[in-house]
């Protein structure tokens, strides 16, 4: 590769990483670029499209520019033959004579060793645990301590550390050093670049070319969705502006719940009141009051619970989206809300990809139904947390990535003649392992571990509950057990001094004298 494509590609990608969608639309019309004269918003560009573009025509001289007058991420690493960024500062030396340095230094201490752990990274596609590394490696070999030295060295990098779990990847400028190194070919990182003319994800799967990218489809959607918002924005600025303004100034949340009584009543109001609101907290911004910031932010997931037919899909789906053959107009935010009926959680899993860093809704019906399929209970609640995301399949890794998004979902229950239960085994409504509960068996009563309960699974034994008809704790036999991945734990105090531990939605209630 000529020295001047190599750069092309190096400040392609840095600038990639370095800088926002927005801010590369901004840089793109500052240049007067002719790729960016033909689009309206930041949204209707390919990003990786855009930072070839400012690569092409930008001088070294340029580039330096950009950084200086622009605010790059400055938690990016970039070591590349040509560029360096680091720490903030951007250098126009590379990076490559050092790594290879440390290369050779790791060769010579681990030997043939540390070449395996780098092909099992490349083979990883440049991203990978301990436990990838040494699934992919045939003979026992201290990878761990091979990785601590690539990393030291600023070879590999850390591009997820919790919980007791780590994973590092090989920069994609990286790549061809690696190969070099190995004495393979100096192929460069597979990456996906539009050109005019490219056939969308959505048509090339229609023909035939290769498998679907259901990402690429998702971030086509989010495209249509940004569209629809931006153009009904552009309406508002252009021809409600006023009205508009005069209009915030005397809404409350007593104006939208009095509009809502006088279309549902006293009493079936309520659940549309909780959807509307739901979209208010969609701009997802710091909470703040006269001291400062709380903490807190607006965003949040509604859950309503109910019988199938009480009216929970109409709230969260119809009162948002619209059913205008029923003369039922949307309120919720137009391009925000994302409808997921008929969606499989694996395929959601696998698209939140594409929401990282963007608040939309996700409405789905019949959410418990999700978490029958196998393996989606751990990160279908990471998702609703908004924690790290990672699910392993035979064929794929997906992720890590953190969700971005919120939910506006339907519950099923089913009612008994001891109130309602719900049906399914959310893992928000849990004991940790070593909570104690009261139970009757052979042996009489007894409290016992839960954990234990669940990993000796015994039969004929019944658990104290409380009985919401006769407001009494009564004896149940157990008819089930589920063990699933830790979640956060609360530990509540009580009035009587004792302290219990419990996950968030695990059901608190209290008795007094008046019941």
Do not use: C
């Not at 931006?230 to 309406?235: I, Q, T, V």
């Not at 739901?278 to 703040?288: F, K």
């Amino acid at each position: 590769m000529k020295v001047e494509e190599g750069k092309v590609v190096e400040r392609k990608i840095l600038l990639k990483r370095a800088f926002p969608r927005i801010r590369l639309f901004e840089i793109g019309k500052k240049l007067a670029i002719p790729y960016f004269e033909r689009l309206e918003s930041a949204w209707d560009m390919d990003e990786e499209q855009a930072a070839f573009e400012i690569a092409s025509v930008i001088s070294d001289v340029q580039l330096r520019e950009i950084f200086e007058s622009q605010k790059p991420r400055d938690w990016v690493v970039f070591r590349g033959r040509h560029y360096t960024f680091e720490d903030g500062v951007l250098s126009l030396k590379g990076s490559w004579d050092a790594l290879r340095a440390g290369l050779r230094q790791v060769m010579g201490k681990h030997g043939r060793d540390s070449m395996e752990v780098l092909k099992a990274f490349l083979q990883l596609g440049g991203s990978g645990g301990l436990m990838d590394v040494t699934s992919r490696i045939k003979r026992p070999v201290n990878a761990e301590a091979i990785i601590a030295d690539l990393e030291r060295l600023k070879i590999l990098a850390v591009s997820y550390r919790g919980d007791g779990y780590t994973e590092w990847k090989l920069l994609d400028e990286v790549f061809p050093l690696i190969q070099e190194e190995l004495g393979g070919p100096a192929e460069r990182r597979p990456t996906a670049v539009l050109r005019e003319g490219a056939m969308p994800a959505a048509e090339a799967a229609v023909a035939g070319e290769g498998e679907v990218d259901y990402v690429e489809l998702e971030r086509q959607e989010i495209g249509k969705m940004d569209n629809e918002f931006n153009e009904y924005l552009r309406d508002l600025l252009k021809s409600r502006l006023e009205s508009t303004i005069r209009f915030g100034k005397t809404f409350s949340a007593a104006a939208l719940a009095d509009y809502l009584m006088k279309l549902f009543g006293s009493v079936l109001y309520f659940d549309s009141f909780l959807s509307i609101i739901q979209q208010y907290g969609l701009a997802d911004v710091d909470i703040v009051h006269e001291g400062g910031r709380t903490g807190m932010r607006t965003g949040w997931n509604l859950a309503l619970f109910g019988e199938p037919g009480t009216g929970k899909s109409f709230s969260t789906r119809d009162m948002i989206l619209g059913k205008l053959d029923a003369k039922v107009y949307p309120h919720g935010i137009p391009g925000r809300n994302r409808y997921a009926g008929g969606m499989t959680p694996a395929r959601f899993i696998r698209i939140g990809q594409a929401y990282v860093g963007r608040a939309f809704n996700f409405i789905i019906p019949e959410f418990n139904d999700w978490f029958r399929y196998k393996g989606m209970v751990e990160p279908l609640k990471l998702a609703m947390e908004r924690g790290i995301i990672k699910y392993e399949l035979h064929r794929e890794v997906i992720g890590p990535y953190r969700f971005g998004g919120f939910f506006s979902v339907n519950y099923n229950v089913a009612t008994f003649g001891r109130g309602y239960e719900v049906t399914i085994s959310d893992p928000n409504f849990s004991l940790p392992y070593d909570e104690y509960v009261l139970v009757f068996g052979p042996h009489g009563y007894e409290f016992r571990m839960i954990g234990e309960l669940v990993e000796l699974r015994p039969e004929g034994v019944k658990v104290a509950s409380f009985n919401p008809e006769t407001l009494q704790m009564e004896l149940f036999e157990i008819t089930g057990y589920l063990k699933h991945p830790v979640s956060r734990i609360y530990e509540v105090r009580l009035r009587s001094g004792r302290r219990v531990r419990v996950t968030l939605g695990h059901s608190l209630f209290t008795i007094s004298k008046d019941g």
